[in-house]
C-alpha cells in the first residue's frame, strides 16, 4: 500500500511539473477573445469534460467516479479507498464577425490537473491546479492623417492560474438527510499584459505595454443538502459562494519605439515606471443549484438486470461586476461593468449504473453516461447599451474504463454557442468547444486506506 502510494504520488508531482511547464510555455495563447481585454481577463471558455455535457452545471453534479473542484462540498462523495486522479483539455474553435469582417481562431489548452479522495467516514481532500483567468486578442485598426495612415494593434497575452486545496466534511448524515459543507484555499499566480502598437508606414513606430502581475490567495466555499425521497428517488441542493476579494496585483508601464514593431529585439525604450503594488477587487459570485435523480425498476432482458438512471441539473449564478474595482497610487478606477447571470439545464441517462458489478453482461453502449444540456449568461460588459448574451448547447458523454474494476474513466464533451448577436454588425462570436477528461482510479482489489485482514 506505501509503496502503492509513494509511486501515485511521484507521478502525480512528475505531470504537476509538466502541467506548470506547460502553462509556463504556452501561457500567451490561453485565449483567442477580444472580451478578454478587460478586468483580469476571460474566465469562462475552458470547460471540464465531464460537466460540459450538462450544460456546464458544474456545482449539482457528483458521485463516486467524479471529482469535482467547482463545489469543495464533494469531495468526500468520492468512494473510500478509490482516490480519483482528473486531468482535461480544452479547445475551443470561434469564428469572429464585425461589420463585414471575419475572424477565425482556435486554441488547445490545459483545464485542470487533479486529485481527491475520500478518508474515515464523514471527510474528503483534494489538490491540484486550474487556470483561473486568461488574457489573448489582437485587433487591428487603421487611422488617416492627411495622406499617411497609422496603424494602431491592440494585443493581450498571459494568463493567471491557481494552486489549490479543498477539504468537505458532513455535518449531518442521517437515514434520509445529508449536509455537507467545503472549501477551498488557493493561490493565484500570473501575468497579464496589454499592448498597443502604432506603425507609421510599414514598419516604424511606438509601444504601449501595461504589464499586470498578480499575486494572491483565494477562497470559495460550497455546501450540499441531500434528501432521499425513496429508494428511487434522490433530491439534492447546493450553493457555491466566491466572496468579494481583493487581488494582490503589481502593475508597471513602458513605452518603446522601435524601427521594427513586430521584432521585440528590436524595440528601445524611451519611459518606464516601477511596479506599483495595488488590488484587485473581485465582485462576489453565489451560486445555486438543484439536482432530482430517479432510478427506474430493474429490468430483466435475456436473463440480464438493469439498474438504470436518469438525473435533472440546472443551476443560476450571480455575479455583482458593477463592484468591481481596481485601486493603484491611491486612485480608485470602477469601470461601469454590469452584474451578470448564467442559467444553466442538463440530463444524464445511464443504461446501467451498476457497471462493475455488471461488467461481465453489460455492453459498451449500457455502460455510457449520455449528458445532454444547455446554458445562457451574459458578460459583465455592454455594447451600445445592451448587454452581451452567451448562449448554446452541449452533449457529452462519461466512457468507463473496465480495467480490472476500477472506476477510472474518459469523459468527452461539446459544445456550440453563439456569443452577441451573429445578425447585426457588432462584434459576435460562433463558437465549438471540445472537451476531453481521463480520471483514474486503482483497481477495485488496490483500494487505499483499508486495513487488510490476515486469514
Same mark, same amino acid.
Given at each position: 500500500?506505501?509503496?502503492?502510494?509513494?509511486?501515485?504520488?511521484?507521478?502525480?508531482?512528475?505531470?504537476?511539473?509538466?502541467?506548470?511547464?506547460?502553462?509556463?510555455?504556452?501561457?500567451?495563447?490561453?485565449?483567442?477573445?477580444?472580451?478578454?481585454?478587460?478586468?483580469?481577463?476571460?474566465?469562462? $471558455?475552458?470547460?471540464?469534460?465531464?460537466?460540459?455535457?450538462?450544460?456546464?452545471?458544474?456545482?449539482?453534479?457528483?458521485?463516486?467516479?467524479?471529482?469535482?473542484?467547482?463545489?469543495?462540498?464533494?469531495?468526500?462523495?468520492?468512494?473510500?479507498?478509490?482516490?480519483?486522479?482528473?486531468?482535461?483539455?480544452?479547445?475551443?474553435?470561434?469564428?469572429?464577425?464585425?461589420?463585414?469582417?471575419?475572424?477565425?481562431?482556435?486554441?488547445?489548452?490545459?483545464?485542470?490537473?487533479?486529485?481527491?479522495?475520500?478518508?474515515?467516514?464523514?471527510?474528503?481532500?483534494?489538490? $491540484?491546479?486550474?487556470?483561473?483567468?486568461?488574457?489573448?486578442?489582437?485587433?487591428?485598426?487603421?487611422?488617416?492623417?492627411?495622406?499617411?495612415?497609422?496603424?494602431?494593434?491592440?494585443?493581450?497575452?498571459?494568463?493567471?492560474?491557481?494552486?489549490?486545496?479543498?477539504?468537505?466534511?458532513?455535518?449531518?448524515?442521517?437515514?434520509?438527510?445529508?449536509?455537507?459543507?467545503?472549501?477551498?484555499?488557493?493561490?493565484?499566480?500570473?501575468?497579464?499584459?496589454?499592448?498597443?502598437?502604432?506603425?507609421?508606414?510599414?514598419?516604424?513606430?511606438?509601444?504601449?505595454?501595461?504589464?499586470?502581475?498578480?499575486?494572491?490567495?483565494?477562497?470559495?466555499?460550497?455546501?450540499?443538502?441531500?434528501?432521499?425521497?425513496?429508494?428511487?428517488?434522490?433530491?439534492?441542493?447546493?450553493?457555491?459562494?466566491?466572496?468579494?476579494?481583493?487581488?494582490?496585483?503589481?502593475?508597471?508601464?513602458?513605452?518603446?519605439?522601435?524601427?521594427?514593431?513586430?521584432?521585440?529585439?528590436?524595440?528601445?525604450?524611451?519611459?518606464?515606471?516601477?511596479?506599483?503594488?495595488?488590488?484587485?477587487?473581485?465582485?462576489?459570485?453565489?451560486?445555486?443549484?438543484?439536482?432530482?435523480?430517479?432510478?427506474?425498476?430493474?429490468?430483466?432482458?435475456?436473463?440480464?438486470?438493469?439498474?438504470?438512471?436518469?438525473?435533472?441539473?440546472?443551476?443560476?449564478?450571480?455575479?455583482?461586476?458593477?463592484?468591481?474595482?481596481?485601486?493603484?497610487?491611491?486612485?480608485?478606477?470602477?469601470?461601469?461593468?454590469?452584474?451578470?447571470?448564467?442559467?444553466?439545464?442538463?440530463?444524464?441517462?445511464?443504461?446501467?449504473?451498476?457497471?462493475?458489478?455488471?461488467?461481465?453482461?453489460?455492453?459498451?453502449?449500457?455502460?455510457?453516461?449520455?449528458?445532454?444540456?444547455?446554458?445562457?449568461?451574459?458578460?459583465?460588459?455592454?455594447?451600445?447599451?445592451?448587454?452581451?448574451?452567451?448562449?448554446?448547447?452541449?452533449? $457529452?458523454? $462519461?466512457?468507463?474504463?473496465?480495467?480490472?474494476?476500477?472506476?477510472?474513466?474518459?469523459?468527452?464533451?461539446?459544445?456550440?454557442?453563439?456569443?452577441?448577436?451573429?445578425?447585426?454588425?457588432?462584434?459576435?462570436?460562433?463558437?465549438?468547444?471540445?472537451?476531453?477528461?481521463?480520471?483514474?482510479?486503482?483497481?477495485?482489489?488496490?483500494?487505499?486506506?483499508?486495513?487488510?485482514?490476515?486469514?
Amino acid at each position: 500500500m506505501q509503496n502503492r502510494l509513494l509511486h501515485f504520488s511521484v507521478l502525480y508531482s512528475i505531470v504537476l511539473l509538466v502541467a506548470f511547464s506547460f502553462n509556463f510555455t504556452f501561457g500567451q495563447n490561453t485565449s483567442t477573445s477580444p472580451y478578454s481585454f478587460y478586468g483580469i481577463g476571460e474566465r469562462d $471558455g475552458l470547460d471540464n469534460a465531464t460537466f460540459v455535457g450538462l450544460g456546464n452545471s458544474t456545482i449539482t453534479y457528483f458521485d463516486s467516479t467524479s471529482l469535482n473542484y467547482f463545489n469543495p462540498a464533494s469531495y468526500n462523495t468520492i468512494a473510500k479507498g478509490q482516490p480519483l486522479f482528473s486531468i482535461g483539455l480544452s479547445s475551443r474553435i470561434s469564428n469572429y464577425k464585425e461589420n463585414s469582417s471575419n475572424g477565425f481562431t482556435k486554441y488547445v489548452l490545459l483545464n485542470h490537473l487533479a486529485m481527491g479522495f475520500a478518508f474515515a467516514k464523514h471527510f474528503g481532500f483534494a489538490f $491540484g491546479l486550474k487556470p483561473y483567468s486568461r488574457r489573448g486578442y489582437e485587433i487591428t485598426t487603421r487611422e488617416m492623417l492627411g495622406t499617411d495612415s497609422i496603424k494602431h494593434s491592440y494585443l493581450g497575452s498571459g494568463s493567471t492560474n491557481e494552486v489549490f486545496i479543498g477539504f468537505s466534511s458532513n455535518v449531518l448524515k442521517i437515514t434520509k438527510h445529508q449536509l455537507t459543507i467545503g472549501g477551498n484555499a488557493g493561490y493565484v499566480f500570473g501575468t497579464l499584459i496589454n499592448e498597443r502598437k502604432s506603425v507609421f508606414g510599414t514598419s516604424e513606430g511606438g509601444i504601449d505595454q501595461k504589464t499586470m502581475k498578480i499575486n494572491s490567495f483565494h477562497y470559495e466555499l460550497g455546501m450540499y443538502y441531500k434528501y432521499t425521497i425513496s429508494d428511487r428517488q434522490t433530491c439534492l441542493i447546493s450553493a457555491v459562494v466566491e466572496p468579494n476579494q481583493n487581488f494582490t496585483t503589481n502593475q508597471k508601464t513602458d513605452f518603446f519605439s522601435s524601427k521594427f514593431v513586430d521584432n521585440v529585439l528590436s524595440y528601445r525604450k524611451l519611459d518606464s515606471t516601477d511596479f506599483v503594488t495595488g488590488n484587485v477587487s473581485l465582485p462576489t459570485s453565489t451560486t445555486i443549484g438543484a439536482n432530482y435523480t430517479f432510478k427506474f425498476n430493474d429490468s430483466k432482458k435475456e436473463s440480464k438486470i438493469r439498474h438504470s438512471e436518469i438525473s435533472f441539473h440546472t443551476s443560476y449564478n450571480s455575479t455583482s461586476w458593477s463592484d468591481y474595482k481596481s485601486t493603484f497610487s491611491d486612485k480608485i478606477t470602477s469601470p461601469s461593468y454590469s452584474s451578470t447571470y448564467k442559467f444553466t439545464f442538463g440530463v444524464q441517462y445511464i443504461p446501467e449504473k451498476s457497471f462493475l458489478e455488471q461488467a461481465g453482461t453489460s455492453t459498451f453502449f449500457e455502460t455510457i453516461r449520455y449528458r445532454v444540456g444547455c446554458y445562457q449568461y451574459t458578460l459583465p460588459i455592454r455594447l451600445n447599451g445592451t448587454s452581451i448574451l452567451d448562449k448554446g448547447v452541449t452533449i $457529452g458523454f $462519461g466512457l468507463p474504463l473496465k480495467i480490472q474494476k476500477s472506476l477510472s474513466s474518459i469523459n468527452l464533451g461539446f459544445s456550440y454557442g453563439v456569443r452577441g448577436d451573429v445578425n447585426s454588425t457588432n462584434l459576435s462570436e460562433e463558437y465549438y468547444g471540445i472537451n476531453v477528461g481521463v480520471i483514474f482510479a486503482p483497481a477495485n482489489f488496490e483500494r487505499w486506506f483499508i486495513k487488510r485482514k490476515l486469514d
